[in-house]
């Protein structure tokens, strides 16, 4: 983006993708394996499967951490967060 004269529409641009990357932590492949404790053979299954969000920028593929969290979250199972933690085991 730095070859692009600076317009006001290119400007608007390169501001919105300095926000994005700036809000969004982004992963590579082997970092989210890691943080879902799952092996990257499991994860590239599930990113050709579409289930999990991922980003493709050309060949390369990073995950949103929010997104990967969302995952994890979605996929507990039985009670909830506050009924896990509520529980006598917890104290």
């Known amino acids: 983006m730095d070859n692009l004269k600076d317009t006001p529409s ?3 641009m390169k501001g919105t993708f300095a ?4 809000e969004e932590e982004l992963l590579t492949t082997k970092q989210t394996a890691r943080l879902m ?3 990257l053979r499991v994860l ?3 990113t050709a499967q579409k289930t999990i969000p991922y980003i493709r920028i050309g060949r390369m593929i990073r995950f949103r951490k929010r997104d990967v969290l969302e995952f994890i979250d979605m ?5 909830t967060a506050r009924d896990r ?5 917890c104290e």
């Open 85 to 89: 933690n509520s529980s006598p085991h």
């Open 10 to 12: 290119t400007k608007s």
């Open 19 to 22: 926000a994005i990357v700036e």
């Open 37 to 39: 404790r799952v092996s």
């Open 44 to 46: 590239r299954y599930w």
């Open 75 to 79: 996929h507990i199972v039985g009670g």
